[in-house]
């Protein structure tokens, strides 16, 4: 049974840091394309950042220079670093997996307020 399970969400003041994690279980992590995605309260889901299965990363014009992803691909996890937050990074962040199937988290929560 496939599971991703994302971590790190928490309350953040404008400006902080974050590193949000995704452990995968039940497919083949280093064979996916990961990514994540966010969504905040009334809005449409939006890409944030992904990673190919050798290393090479995209990411949405808003995060560039500020988010970082990358993956352990021997511990079957994906990580974004997400540093100088601002107000509108506050939403609920997906691990989202694709290759022959597309799978996706429960998503972790981002709060950015002071």
């Known amino acids: 049974q496939v599971h991703l399970v994302e971590s790190g969400g928490a309350l953040v003041q404008p400006g902080g840091s974050l590193r949000l994690s995704c452990v995968a279980s039940g497919f083949t992590f280093s064979n996916y394309y990961m990514s994540w995605y966010r969504q905040a309260p009334g809005k449409e889901r939006e890409f944030v950042a992904g990673i190919s299965n050798l290393g090479g990363t995209n990411y949405a014009d808003s995060v560039k220079g500020r988010f970082a992803i990358s993956r352990d691909n021997s511990k079957n996890t994906l990580y974004l670093q997400m540093n100088s937050l601002k107000s509108e990074d506050a939403a609920d962040y997906f691990c989202?997996?694709?290759?022959?199937?597309?799978?996706w988290g429960q998503g972790t929560q981002v709060t950015v307020s002071s």
């Open positions: 989202n997996a694709k290759f022959w199937s597309t799978y």
